[in-house]
């Protein structure tokens, strides 16, 4: 059973930095691609990253480009966001998914497994 566990998450200041991860287990992990996503209240979840199964390419929404980085270390099985340069409105749940794929996708559809999430609030 695919298991993904986040952390990281906290309460951060206008222009601070967060780092994320995701632990996963129960399969392969180098074989798939992952994602972070995230959702604010009142909002739909909205894709924030992803990359791919071997690392060697990576897409960001827009909102986030130059200022979030997403790495991952398949030797410990982990994936990282980097978050620069937080801004309040990047405030939301945040949720680590992985599917059935090496490529990446931008459609939380396309994602199998979630995360429970973990907060980040970006606040003076």
């Known amino acids: 059973q695919v298991q993904l566990v986040e952390s990281g998450g906290g309460l951060v200041q206008p222009g601070g930095s967060l780092r994320l991860s995701c632990a996963a287990s129960?399969?392969?992990?180098?074989?798939?691609?992952m994602g972070w996503f995230r959702q604010a209240p009142g909002k739909e979840r909205e894709f924030v990253a992803a990359?791919?199964?071997?690392?060697?390419?990576?897409r960001y929404t827009d909102s986030v480009k130059g200022r979030f980085t997403i790495s991952r270390d398949n030797a410990k099985n982990t994936v990282h966001l980097q978050m620069d340069s937080l801004k309040p409105e990047d405030t939301a749940v945040y949720y680590c998914?992985?599917?059935?794929?090496?490529?990446?996708?931008?459609?939380?559809?396309?994602?199998?497994?979630w995360g429970r999430g973990t907060q980040v609030t970006v606040s003076s």
């Open positions: 998914a992985t599917g059935d794929h090496g490529v990446i996708s931008i459609s939380a559809y396309w994602y199998t497994y």
């Open positions: 129960g399969r392969t992990f180098s074989s798939y691609a």
């Open positions: 990359i791919s199964a071997t690392g060697g390419n990576s």
